[in-house]
């Protein structure tokens, strides 16, 4: 098991060298803020309209982004059924850093108290992201192999790779000052780690074709890859493993944290800023190391004569110039920390425009992502719309909605609305739904400003 585990990770590190992110970061949810209890994942400044409020485990948000849109990476050949991965299309439009995103949040729990200076909450979430990059060299190996770079060197150095998945629970406060202008928010939550899979960043991957022999010269450096708890999926001696126990509580814990602040000097103007995740994550269990010492070697290929399985040959012989070890030893990453900044200008109490900054730093050099948005309340729900870049090229335009009908409330946000009609041509799908219930909403307004939901 541990010879064919090997074998795939030096595979992965051999082709698949990137992993990085540049996500949205479910920017049009965050236009919901007070009204939706579980922006404060977001922003723990906002404070919730209602006394009470209880999440149900119903609140749940999904992401996938990426430099390919679904008809670029996909391919169906005529008169075909099945649909296959078409490199010579992904050759074509592959930029020279190219990234897939994938990002799964679950709401478990939220339980939500608003007081006169502000409100505090409990809170238990499930999140899980993928982090991808893959560059133009690797493209261009993949669907050309190295035929076009004979006397050439196909560079995979900078890619790295990037799996968390982890749950956290914890308490979270906001307050307000000066004369309700200022609110200061904060969460503290502990973090339990459940899978986690990088490569190291600095790791490097050479391959150079001489031109007069057509001889290999591979350079690799640094080739190490991290893991925690896969060992579940491929180790079944290990009869003391508990999967459900350690993902419920093992030792890959930390204390993190979420900041927050929003500021309003004028009537018609607001400012907030926000810096969540907080910390570091110590892998301590369920921990395996895949290391491949740094070489430099060349391989002129081999004898394919009395070979019946030409493939496993060249790759049984590829491999062994390789000199590899497992080991266990504890390593810590820090959590992926997500920046937002957001100016707001009011036209009216129940008319809202904003600019909105977003950055998620999972790995270096990772793109930021800016929106602006407009959100108008009526007596019963909020609606508003969103339109949002990251990089030069990359637009979509998004939707949110959030009800306060009684006791029951609905939300659902988009940061591409656009994918629900011809998805195959967008590069993003986003969305973000829920259900809570809230109650003593009457209550912290004004009686002009009080919607008597009993009579809908």
Known sequence: ????????????????????????????????????????????????????????????????????????????????????????VLNGVALERNNINVQVDLNALHLGFKTKKGGFHIFSNVRANVDFVYNKDLIEFLANGNSNSIGATLDFTGSTVRIDAFHEVGFGYARKFLNEKLVVGGRIKLVTGMYHASIEEDAGLRLTTDANDYSWQVQVQNGTVNTAGFGFFGDSDDEGSDMSSYMVSNGNRTVAFDIGAKYKPLHWLEVEAAVNDIGKINWTDEVRNYNTEDTDFTFTGIDLRNQDETADAIQDSLTNKFTSNETQNEFSTTMARRMYLSTSVYLTPNDRFSLLYFKRDALSHMKANYALAYNHKFDKFVVGVLGSMRGENDFNFGANLGTNIGPVQLYLAMDNVLVTNKPEQYSKADFRFGLNLMFGYKKWFKKPDVVDLDEL
Do not use: C
Not at 10 to 21: D, E, M, Q, T
Not at 30 to 53: C, E, G, H, K, M
Not at 61 to 73: A, M, P
């Open 1 to 88: 098991m541990e010879t064919k585990m090997r074998k795939h990770i030096l595979l992965i590190l051999a082709i698949v060298v990137s992993f990085s992110a540049s996500a949205q970061g479910f920017l049009s949810f965050y236009q919901l803020r007070d009204i939706v209890p579980q922006t404060a994942n977001f922003q723990p400044a906002f404070i919730p309209n209602n006394s009470f409020t209880l999440g149900l485990p119903t609140n749940v948000g999904v992401t996938v982004q990426g430099d390919v849109k679904l008809e670029e990476l996909l391919y169906k050949a005529p008169g075909q059924n099945d649909l296959s991965i078409n490199f010579d």
